[in-house]
């Protein structure tokens, strides 16, 4: 989508195919051609350049707009296109910090101290304790396996794991605990074994 009336370039509106119709609406149209730009220097100027990038959280948060339906109803646009915005930033921040937080633990478990080198006893352990962890979390229940993931890899915390999957948060916690001590246990078993090896 771009906007002709303003002589401005706008980045085209990227929708779901199911959602192609609401970008035809009016309503919809005169939205983005007002608050795109707005919404994109406000985020770039609260959060920086990215990640995530504002251009994007900007055409995500249209895209939730457009899912939302009903645009007459929404008593305040801005403010939800706003809202919806700085979740967007918020979650994929915390995704980040997540993915920063667990990167010394899975180099340290997969690669060992040092990650410069590659040698091929090093990948070789690396790939098998991998598939360790995928046939362990294939065993799963797959509630469990599903909010392990979400928790542990999308960085989500465990109250929203739990809302996604339909528990509490202390089911959600319970569940993330028993799967993370299957893991452990089945990699230090095979720690154990190799150790073991003459």
């Not at 994109?40 to 457009?66: I, N, S």
């Not at 915390?94 to 060992?112: D, L």
Request: contains cysteine; glycine residues 6%.
């Amino acid at each position: 989508m771009t906007s002709d009336d303003d002589g401005g370039d706008r980045t085209p509106l990227r929708l779901p195919r199911n959602d192609e119709t609401v970008f035809q609406n009016p309503l919809f149209l005169r939205i983005y051609k007002r608050l795109y730009q707005k919404l994109v220097d406000g985020l770039r100027g609260t959060y920086g350049a990215g990640p995530p990038d504002p251009e994007e959280v900007a055409q995500t948060a249209f895209v939730k707009l457009a899912q939302r339906g009903r645009l007459d109803e929404i008593k305040d646009v801005e403010g939800f296109v706003w809202i919806s915005a700085r979740n967007i930033v918020l979650t994929e921040k915390r995704k980040e910090i997540v993915r920063q937080e667990n990167q010394p633990e899975i180099s340290r478990r997969f690669f060992g101290e040092d990650c410069d080198t590659f040698e091929p006893e090093r990948v070789l352990n690396a790939r098998e304790q991998l598939e360790i962890v995928m046939s362990v979390l294939a065993e799963m229940p797959e509630r469990r396996q599903r909010i392990f993931m979400l928790n542990r890899i999308h960085g989500l915390t465990p109250a929203e794991a739990g809302r996604r999957c339909g528990v509490s948060r202390t089911a959600a916690v319970r569940h993330i605990a028993l799967a993370t001590k299957a893991l452990v246990v089945a990699l230090t078993d095979e720690s154990a074994s190799l150790e073991g090896d003459p």
